[in-house]
């Protein structure tokens, strides 16, 4: 049973405009949340992150929202660029009850297409 | 610096044989994961080691399993390979044991891009 979910496995945006992937997630105990870049041959690069105590954060052209109610989240790209083509994966943490966090649970990943 | 360095990147294996993989984590890097990832399941975690010392495992049969050295190096082993193991296997280190509780970053490697045939 899927913890994270990414019910879109593709997106194409046209480039200057937005793109907003969505996450989901079913387990109330998690309390951070991460955003990772992915290109082909290459391992996951982190973009943003979110802790529960949050609802935006912004680095840049990327912002992440969470709804902590609806346990959704989701990332803005704006604007989008032909160089964001990649796969994005959404990721969770549970809340540290003295073991360890260093595993994080993924969603499946969507596919972003930037058009120019 | 250099990055997370995963080897070999590409390997093809036969039913019922084993492999192992390498991981070197960034230098001063001291917990290294392991993850795998498939089409159909995205990346799922397959164990963290710290201090030479499994701390976390997932939900894996007990056909995978690992280890990390002294130096932090990590290597991950798979035996007996089904062909639903084809999978990039990717390694990813951080500085503590619980980076995201510290809002470190988990830094991963490049992969190993295993065919069971």
């Known amino acids: 049973d899927q913890q994270v979910k990414q019910n879109s496995p593709s997106l194409s945006v046209q480039e200057g405009r937005i793109s907003i992937l969505n996450c989901d997630y079913t387990n109330s105990m998690f309390d951070y949340f991460l955003w990772y870049k992915k290109y082909p041959a290459e391992g996951p690069t982190f973009l943003i992150s979110i802790s529960s105590i949050k609802d935006k954060n912004e680095d840049g052209r990327f912002t992440v929202f969470l709804n902590k109610s609806a346990k959704h989240l989701s990332l803005h790209i704006v604007p989008s660029q032909p160089g964001d083509s990649a796969v994005y994966f959404c990721a969770a943490s549970p809340r540290n009850y003295g073991g360890s966090q260093g595993n994080l649970i993924f969603g499946k990943g969507t596919k972003l297409s930037v058009k120019p | 610096k250099a990055g997370v360095t995963q080897t070999p990147r590409y390997l093809i294996k036969t039913r019922g044989q084993q492999v192992t993989l390498s991981c070197s984590p960034i230098s001063g890097h001291r917990s290294v994961s392991w993850y795998q990832q498939t089409p159909g399941q995205g990346l799922q975690f397959l164990f963290e080691?710290?201090?030479?010392?499994?701390?976390n495992k997932g939900n894996f049969p007990g056909r995978f399993s690992g280890r990390q050295f002294s130096n932090s190096r990590s290597e991950m082993n798979v035996s007996t390979l089904e062909l639903g193991d084809s999978a990039l296997y990717l390694c990813?280190?951080?500085?503590?044991?619980?980076?995201?509780?510290?809002?470190?970053?988990?830094?991963f490697g490049s992969g190993t891009q295993l065919s069971v045939l």
């Open positions: 990813a280190s951080s500085l503590s044991l619980s980076p995201v509780a510290t809002n470190e970053k988990l830094f």
């Open positions: 080691y710290f201090s030479e010392t499994q701390r």
